[in-house]
């Protein structure tokens, strides 16, 4: 199974679907943007980076509220909130 993240406007993730090998497969070989055009097709919406469970690729696996960073070509979890020490 391949795990696809869809990203909003600001470069978050919203949420993250699950679709079938055989959707993304031509000729034995993996291909994202197969699953890209299938979650458009399916949701109309157009901006999917395919993530790795794992971990394998694209930094950390993706949950609602992380950021895609363009630049980087990976996903990565928010900064913790600072504390002021006054607690």
Do not use: Y
């Not at 959707?23 to 993530?51: A, D, M, P, Y």
Request: a negative charge; aromatic letters at 10%; one cysteine or more.
């Amino acid at each position: 199974m391949a795990h696809f993240a869809r990203i909003n406007q600001e470069n978050k993730v919203e949420q993250v679907l699950v679709v079938h090998n055989e959707v993304i497969s031509r000729n034995g070989e993996e291909l994202e943007e197969l699953g890209v055009q299938f979650l458009k097709n399916l949701t109309g919406h157009s901006n999917w980076k395919q993530c790795s469970f794992n971990s394998n690729f694209r930094g950390c696996f993706p949950g609602i509220g992380d950021s895609w960073d363009e630049i980087t070509n990976e996903f990565v979890k928010p900064e913790p909130e600072a504390t002021d020490g006054d607690d």
